[in-house]
């Protein structure tokens, strides 16, 4: 069976640090772009971070950039989302997903697979 599962979220002060992990099973990460999305209450989801298959070339959205760091670790078929000096807004679902047509991270749109996400809260 195909899956993606992610771990690590959680309740976290403004400030604080959390790594996310997304996990494949059934599957091989590295021919895959890997995504992280998150979704906050009321909102559309966003597109957080992406890591391409090839060269592990990395994208950030603006509002995570210097805060956020996207790494894969394909021994452990596992790609984690480092994110410091977490504040009130980043507070969402997190979900990463796989695209391994282009595997590139220019189609976001695309994704193959999806984890079910893991919360994370910012608060004091």
């Known amino acids: 069976q195909l899956q993606l599962v992610e771990s690590g979220g959680g309740l976290v002060q403004p400030g604080g640090s959390l790594r996310l992990s997304c996990a494949a099973s059934?599957?091989?990460?590295?021919?895959?772009?890997i995504g992280w999305f998150r979704q906050a209450p009321g909102k559309e989801r966003e597109g957080v971070s992406c890591i391409s298959s090839s060269d592990g070339t990395t994208y950030y959205a603006d509002s995570v950039k210097g805060r956020f760091t996207i790494s894969r670790d394909n021994a452990k078929n596992t790609v984690y989302l480092q994110m410091n000096s977490l504040r009130p807004e980043d507070t969402a679902v997190y979900y990463c997903?796989?695209?391994?047509?282009?595997?590139?991270?220019?189609?976001?749109?695309?994704?193959?697979?999806w984890g079910k996400g893991t919360l994370v809260t910012v608060s004091s």
């Open positions: 997903a796989a695209e391994g047509v282009k595997a590139d991270c220019s189609n976001l749109n695309g994704m193959d697979y």
């Open positions: 059934g599957f091989t990460l590295d021919y895959y772009a």
